[in-house]
Nanobody, 119 residues
Framework: QVQLVESGGGLVQPGESLTLSCAAS????????MGWYRQVPGKERELVAG???????KYSDSAKGRFDISRRLGENTMTRQMNRLKPEDTAVYFC?????????????WGQGTQVTVSS
C-alpha cells in the first residue's frame, strides 16, 4: 500500500513564494515517479511537474521558469518550490506517485493541499 502526504499549502500574496512537500510511504516497491497536479473547480486535474527517482523532470508550460521540483535521489520525498505566484495558480495541489518511470501517469494520489494566491 502506498500513502502520499502533502504539506505546505496556504495563502500567499501575488509575487510571493511557497514550498510544497510530499512524503510517500510504501510497503512494497519503490516509488519511481512523483508528480504534482493541480485542480480548480470545474476543470480537469492538470500536471504541473514530475520527477523520477533518477532526477529526470517534466514541467508544464505554466510552471517552467517559476516552479522548481526536487527530490533526494533514492528517497520518496519530493519538494516543489513555487516562485512568483500568480492568482491563477490558486488551486488544490495533489501529490502523485507511481511504481513506473512515466512522468505522465500515476497510480497513487494524496489528499491535496489548498494553495490560494490573493492580495
Amino acid at each position: 500500500q502506498v500513502q502520499l502526504v502533502e504539506s505546505g499549502g496556504g495563502l500567499v500574496q501575488p509575487g510571493e513564494s511557497l514550498t510544497l512537500s510530499c512524503a510517500a510511504s510504501t510497503d512494497r516497491f519503490a516509488i519511481n515517479a512523483m508528480g504534482w497536479y493541480r485542480q480548480v473547480p470545474g476543470k480537469e486535474r492538470e500536471l504541473v511537474a514530475g520527477i523520477s527517482s533518477g532526477g529526470r523532470t517534466k514541467y508544464s508550460d505554466s510552471a517552467k521558469g517559476r516552479f522548481d521540483i526536487s527530490r533526494r535521489l533514492g528517497e520518496n520525498t519530493m519538494t516543489r518550490q513555487m516562485n512568483r505566484l500568480k492568482p491563477e495558480d490558486t488551486a488544490v495541489y495533489f501529490c502523485a506517485g507511481s511504481y513506473y518511470y512515466n512522468l505522465d501517469e500515476y497510480e497513487f494520489w494524496g489528499q491535496g493541499t489548498q494553495v490560494t494566491v490573493s492580495s
